[in-house]
Nanobody, 111 residues
């Protein structure tokens, strides 16, 4: 049974940093494509970043240069390190590993 457990969300002031974690079990972690998404109230889910099994990454323009998507294959953990956070980064953040979704974790940025 595949399980993804997210942690690291919370509330910070604008300009601050947070690091989200997504711990996976029940799948071959190192062979999976890995993505982060977010959904703000009243808006559609938004893709943020892709990390391929070969280590290449892609980022949406909205987060490029501020967010870093990386993984630890020994810990079966995907990370999203977020810096220079803005009010508009407030959303529910989701990891997606292979075809499986995390439950979502709230990130709130105060201005």
């Amino acid at each position: 049974q595949v399980q993804l457990v997210e942690s690291g969300g919370g509330s910070v002031e604008a300009g601050g940093s947070l690091k989200l974690s997504c711990v996976a079990s029940g799948l071959v972690f190192s062979r999976c494509g890995m993505n982060w998404f977010r959904q703000a109230p009243g808006r559609e889910r938004e893709w943020l970043s892709n990390l391929n099994p070969d280590g290449t990454t892609l980022y949406a323009d909205a987060v490029k240069g501020r967010f870093t998507n990386y993984r630890d294959d020994i810990k079966n953990t995907l990370y999203l390190e977020m810096k220079s956070l803005k009010w508009e980064d407030t959303a529910l953040y989701y990891c997606k590993i292979c075809m499986h979704w995390g439950e979502g974790i709230q990130v709130t940025i105060s201005s």
